[in-house]
């Protein structure tokens, strides 16, 4: 079946480093990909998506970029914030038999210090 | 208001009492999930419903049962609660197809002593 593999955390970064968490998925078809993004004491928010290969999403400084040759979808950052520490997960949906369900990777915590 | 709204936001509860949590959305998404997220081990599915007379398992529907009693609204049910079952559960929503993504509430977190 259709899965996703994220790079284990947690994941301490200083202010202003760059910021890269692997993504890589199984998947039978076209899927769409996603980043959420969960805060302390939240729900998970749509950071950002790519439906179709090479499509890049961005969204708040972040990026990711749809690569079918080598199933990945790395998220990026240039420069984080103590605000940028969070949760993250990614995510495919539309795999095997075109299944609506979106299958999350396990997540990777981030944590940025001032 | 929120577009998914869980109740209660916390709960806490004895082994073997009958709960509810319930979800409501004004996303007007035919599409409902049930999922449970503990430490280390992500998201995992328990129900889903893609309207209001589909209703379908997950991954981890053993002791869970569901109710989908209108478009907007998803309730989830523990018939009897067993201390494993303690952890964060979240509602979500999404539009037909698979492009667009959920809509997550922000959660129930449930705790059984």
């Known amino acids: 079946g259709d899965s996703v593999t994220q790079m284990e955390g947690p994941v301490t970064l200083s202010e202003e480093a760059f910021l890269t968490i692997n993504c890589t998925y199984t998947?039978?078809?076209?899927?769409?990909l996603f980043w959420y993004v969960q805060y302390p004491g939240e729900g998970l928010q749509l950071l950002l998506k790519?439906?179709?290969?090479?499509d890049k999403g961005s969204n708040k400084g972040f990026e990711a970029t749809y690569r079918k040759e080598t199933t990945s979808f790395h998220l990026e950052k240039g420069s984080v914030q103590v605000s940028d520490s969070a949760v993250y997960f990614c995510?495919?949906?539309?795999?095997?038999?075109?299944?609506?369900?979106?299958?999350f990777g396990k997540g990777t915590k981030l944590t940025v210090n001032p | 208001d929120a577009d998914v709204t869980q109740t209660p936001r916390n709960r806490i509860t004895k082994t073997g009492k009958r709960i509810m949590l319930e979800c409501s959305q004004t996303?007007?998404?035919?599409?409902m999930y049930w999922y449970r997220q503990d430490p280390g081990l992500g998201l995992r599915l328990i129900y889903y419903?893609?309207?209001?007379?589909?209703?379908n398992k997950g991954e981890i529907s053993d002791g869970y049962s569901v109710s989908r009693q209108a478009q907007a609204k998803f309730s989830l049910s523990l018939e009897s609660a067993i201390p494993n079952q303690t952890a964060l559960y979240f509602c979500?929503?999404?539009?037909?197809?698979?492009?667009?993504?959920?809509?997550f509430g922000s959660g129930t977190r449930l705790t059984v002593v």
């Open positions: 979500a929503t999404s539009d037909r197809g698979w492009t667009s993504g959920y809509t």
């Open positions: 998947a039978t078809g076209y899927p769409s």
């Open positions: 790519a439906t179709k290969a090479d």
């Open positions: 995510a495919l949906s539309g795999g095997q038999g075109g299944s609506e369900k979106l299958v």
């Open positions: 996303k007007g998404h035919d599409r």
């Open positions: 419903s893609f309207d209001v007379k589909d209703i």
